[in-house]
């Protein structure tokens, strides 16, 4: 598209700007709570609603907290919920098998948002590094990270997760060949209709920090996840693991961390027109909300305006921990 521009002053461009009314008309994008995910932490215990310090304002909820933000959530207009578990260094093992345990606190808390709220979209996630003695998503073996085996487990995990009642199966791992084996498994087991939304472009990110915080993680993480998350440094790599993610089968792609990559997320768009998706990460949210808390930027400016950059950028829809904040906003 050439925009064609009339010489000053036949074109004058802040007409279009003059008034509230007309700025309505003109603009181009449009944020809705419909659009939004929001990342939940679910912890054991029962009746627990435990500040994160690194993420002002985000809890680690005990089942039955996280059946209470999802009415919330209801009754905000936001139709998607991504179930992330907090396991303390004593629950983790070399092994993970708590990552397909039928009874996890994850699973427990997806089954339990469907039975009060069967028509809320739950979302969960796939990758061992919330069950991992070392903190990694894959399993480590004389200090790599193997693939093949690792794929074996997601997918127990996976399907573990669809027995739960989630809609949309969640990898955000990174491992070469997960979607076409988890497509397959939930093909085979008769959950033909559960969503795949692959955390297709994932960056090895610094932006992460607060989230392994927040899971557990930090502390049992070894080493760094750069042999299979995305070196920040490409473009081009991106667009082949988004083509090769739907090809294996994902209904739906993600882009990761969000802000930073926002060109990613346009050439996605672009090339490919699928659903696709970005996270705002814990280091964006934790950024603002620090700024905000110093007096720095207007919170609420700054989330509403972060958030509309991503439908700009061809976004679909946002995962973000903002999401009950700004639907509340956006319901006036
Ligand atoms: C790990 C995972 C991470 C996030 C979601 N899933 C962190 C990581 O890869 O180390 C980050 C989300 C956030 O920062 O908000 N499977």
Redesign the pocket.
Known sequence: MKPVVAPYPAARLRRTRATPAVRALVRENALEPGDLIW?VFVRSGEGIEEPIPSMPGVMRRSVDKVVEAAAEADALGIGAMCI?PYTGIEERTEDCAGAWDPHNHANRAIAAIKAKFPNMAVMS??????YNIN?H?GFVENGIIVNDRTVEALVKMALSQAQAGADIIGP???MDGRIAAIRAALEQKDHTDVMILS?AA?Y??A??????D??G?SAA?TGD?NTY?MDPANSNEALRLVARDLAEGADMVMV??GLPYLDICRRVKDSFGAPTFA???????AMIMAAAQNGWIDQERVMMESLMAFKRAGCDGI?T?FAPAAARLLNG
């Not at 996630?125 to 919330?130: E, G, K, P, R, W």
């Not at 932006?207 to 392994?212: A, E, H, K, L, V």
């Not at 996270?279 to 949210?285: D, P």
Request: aromatic fraction near 20%; glycine fraction near 8%; hydrophobic fraction near 35%.
């Open positions: 990342p992330f996630d796939v990758a061992l590094d919330t903190g998503d955000s791992d990174m955390y994932k090895a990110s932006f992460y920090g607060p989230f392994r927040a899971v993680a993480l996840k998350q990761k961390p996270y705002q990460v814990s280091g964006e949210y995962l921990y």
